[in-house]
């Protein structure tokens, strides 16, 4: 059985227990996995998250405000097609 849910700024604790995470941004997929991969797959991008934080605080600015915490020379049409590679 599969359940979709959309959660806004869940808990750390509650993020860490879901089965796979889907990030939308701009009407591109631009993550699509488990949510203990979160944190290494955005570094790549140069998007790091605190040690201690709350990854979905996060994945909610990425999703609504991506110009103002990507790099300058990152976009959210190449976080898409890296999504697709995965």
């Known amino acids: 059985m599969s359940v979709l849910a ?3 700024q ?3 604790e509650l993020f860490m227990l879901f089965d ?3 990030l939308l941004s701009e009407g591109y997929t631009v993550y ?4 203990k991969d979160v944190r290494a797959y955005f570094e790549q991008f140069g998007l790091v ?23 300058k020379d990152s976009t959210i049409e190449q ?3 890296e999504c697709t590679k995965q």
């Not at 699509?32 to 949510?35: A, R, S, T």
């Not at 201690?52 to 405000?65: E, G, Q, R, V, Y």
């Open 6 to 8: 959309t959660i806004h």
């Open 10 to 12: 869940p808990s750390s």
């Open 20 to 22: 796979r995470v889907i």
């Open 32 to 35: 699509n996995g488990p949510p």
């Open 49 to 71: 998250m605190k040690n201690f934080s709350n990854p979905a605080d996060k994945l909610s600015a990425i999703a609504s405000i991506p110009r103002n915490v990507l790099r």
């Open 79 to 81: 976080l898409a097609i």
